[in-house]
């Protein structure tokens, strides 16, 4: 691979990372969301 490929995948490989990291927290927050709009219908 050239330089300009490798670089290329490092950025896709960190990128990726940040996508997986930002996706767990939207999930793992979901519950604590569901769980406040069912307090405010009470």
């Known amino acids: 691979m050239g ?3 490798r ?4 950025k896709y ?3 990726l ?3 997986n990291a930002e996706a ?3 999930v793992r927050g ?3 969301t569901k ?5 405010l219908l009470l």
């Open 3 to 5: 330089k300009g490929t």
């Open 7 to 10: 670089n290329m995948m490092i």
């Open 13 to 15: 490989q960190e990128s």
């Open 17 to 19: 990372e940040e996508m």
């Open 24 to 26: 767990v927290e939207y």
């Open 30 to 32: 979901v519950p604590v």
């Open 35 to 39: 769980t406040f709009q069912n307090n």
